[in-house]
């Protein structure tokens, strides 16, 4: 897996754009400090940037790097989450402002796939993670679902050897209100 990570790792480096397995359904990602690969993705999309984008961590700890508070009651859901949710915090930082939503938020899912983690510790840096499809479009449940022209349009395909989800769906999504209150947006 090394070799492989190494690889993403200078691939992503250099603005490219990657189609690689999370620990939900597949994703198309970068950089999510870099603000030109985070265009491409969105052209890929054809997706409206007023439709703020997911983006990864590989630890909890990294949190305070992105946002700038973090609600209190975070601690307890991330901790015991079961499975794998996107949280929307408030006040958004250090991230292209394309990532970033109208109203100053940004979502953020701690990822458990371990191609995902080791790969976004290397970068030492986020992941935009965003499905593997036109704005729109039905969410591919699996590689073989994805489109051809999705699959042309990347920079590289990451093996689908890294791919360790069983469950194949998009994550559960919950914004925080407050310190202590949150709403689910999409179970």
Do not use: H
């Given at each position: 897996?090394?070799p492989e990570i190494?690889?993403?790792?200078?691939?992503?480096?250099?603005?490219?754009?990657?189609?690689?397995?999370?620990?939900?359904?597949?994703?198309?990602?970068?950089?999510?400090?870099?603000?030109?690969?985070?265009?491409?993705?969105?052209?890929?999309?054809?997706?409206?940037?007023?439709?703020?984008?997911?983006?990864?961590?590989?630890?909890?700890?990294?949190?305070?790097?992105?946002?700038?508070k973090i609600p209190?009651?975070?601690?307890?859901?991330?901790?015991?989450?079961?499975?794998?949710?996107?949280?929307?915090?408030?006040?958004?930082?250090?991230?292209?402002?394309?990532?970033i939503h109208v109203?100053?938020?940004?979502?953020?899912?701690?990822?458990?796939?371990?191609?995902?983690?080791?790969?976004?510790?290397?970068?030492?840096?986020?992941?935009?993670?965003?499905?593997?499809?036109?704005?729109?479009?039905?969410?591919?449940?699996?590689?073989?679902?994805?489109?051809?022209?999705?699959?042309?349009?990347?920079?590289?395909?990451?093996?689908?050897?890294?791919?360790?989800?069983?469950?194949?769906?998009?994550?559960?999504?919950?914004?925080?209100?407050?310190?202590?209150?949150?709403?689910?947006?999409?179970?």
């Open positions: 897996m090394e190494l690889k993403c790792k200078e691939l992503l480096l250099q603005g490219k754009i990657l189609l690689y397995p999370t620990d939900t359904v597949w994703g198309i990602g970068c950089d999510a400090t870099n603000e030109e690969a985070v265009k491409r993705i969105y052209a890929i999309k054809q997706r409206q940037e007023s439709k703020s984008m997911i983006i990864l961590l590989d630890a909890a700890d990294r949190l305070p790097l992105y946002v700038k209190l009651i975070a601690w307890d859901l991330i901790t015991n989450t079961y499975r794998p949710t996107t949280y929307i915090y408030p006040a958004a930082q250090n991230l292209p402002n394309s990532l109203d100053g938020t940004i979502a953020i899912r701690i990822v458990d796939n371990t191609f995902c983690k080791k790969l976004i510790k290397a970068l030492d840096r986020p992941l935009v993670s965003t499905s593997a499809n036109r704005s729109g479009d039905p969410t591919p449940v699996t590689f073989s679902e994805i489109s051809q022209d999705i699959i042309d349009q990347v920079d590289y395909v990451v093996p689908q050897e890294y791919a360790e989800s069983i469950e194949y769906k998009p994550s559960r999504v919950v914004k925080f209100i407050d310190d202590y209150n949150f709403t689910i947006i999409r179970e």
